[in-house]
């Protein structure tokens, strides 16, 4: 597997991901001309190969916007999530993987300097609030789809990037745990319903439209600002 992304290009590149003492497999693509790159944090039980946040990937680089889906954790690591369930809620690991693959990003030398986004889904949208967080305006904006951000806990206050909250219509509890953590944020966000979708957004068109405000919502906030 490739270790470092140097060549753009429209069709996804394979990378391994450095993080601590594990490696994290991924995948990246960078269109042409592309005015960011979306970072994926997956959520539980999930991985690199979930179909509704491919969709989402192909979506945003229809739009110009470059994607890394990757593994937030490695292989020996879901073998024991899988067993015990342990991991998937720890989400300040998550987080920290988070930022390591940004940091893994900038330092590729032909994209490394494209502004960063993030796309978390379930519990990646907590972490993905809460790398957010850590990181400060090296993050652009943020999408949760489906997400909990109430398990950033404190650190919604401390998030700046514009953040875009979408949640199905017919998930009353996530509904619930979305508005409250949507009050305790401070930087421009929006919470959208998506009318008549469930938590997996398997209903017809559903997936659809959160494809399309992700898209917008990037396309408006991650350019450089003037």
């Given at each position: 597997m490739a270790t470092s992304a140097d060549k753009s290009s429209s069709a996804g590149q394979t990378v391994e991901i450095?993080?601590?003492?594990?490696?994290?497999s991924g995948e990246l693509t960078i269109p042409a001309?592309?005015?960011?790159?979306?970072?994926?944090?997956h959520g539980s039980g999930s991985s690199r190969h979930s179909p509704r946040n491919r969709?989402?990937?192909?979506?945003?680089?229809?739009?110009?916007i470059g994607t890394l889906l990757?593994?937030?954790?490695?292989?020996?690591e879901?073998?024991?999530?899988?067993?015990?369930?342990?991991?998937?809620?720890?989400?300040?690991?998550?987080?920290?993987?988070?930022?390591?693959?940004?940091?893994?990003?900038?330092?590729q030398s032909k994209f490394g300097g494209l502004p960063v986004g993030y796309f978390g889904a379930?519990?990646?949208?907590?972490?993905?609030l809460v790398a957010a967080a850590a990181l400060g305006d090296e993050v652009r904006a943020v999408v949760s789809r489906g997400g909990r951000p109430d398990l950033a806990g404190d650190a919604l206050g401390a998030?700046?990037?514009?953040?875009?909250?979408?949640?199905?219509g017919l998930d009353g509890p996530v509904i619930r745990m979305n508005q409250e953590a949507f009050a305790r944020l401070s930087c421009t966000k929006e919470l959208t319903i998506i009318p008549n979708a469930t938590h997996l957004f398997?209903?017809?068109?559903?997936?659809?439209?959160?494809?399309?405000?992700a898209a917008a919502w990037f396309r408006r906030h991650l350019p450089e600002r003037v």
């Open positions: 450095p993080a601590g003492s594990v490696r994290l001309d592309a005015l960011g790159v979306v970072l994926f944090a969709y989402v990937a192909r979506t945003l680089c229809d739009a110009k990757f593994d937030l954790l490695s292989l020996d879901e073998a024991v999530d899988a067993s015990t369930g342990e991991l998937r809620f720890d989400i300040g690991l998550l987080a920290r993987r988070l930022e390591e693959a940004t940091h893994w990003l900038r330092r379930s519990t990646g949208g907590g972490a993905a998030v700046r990037a514009p953040t875009l909250l979408l949640v199905g398997e209903e017809p068109g559903t997936l659809e439209a959160v494809a399309q405000h």
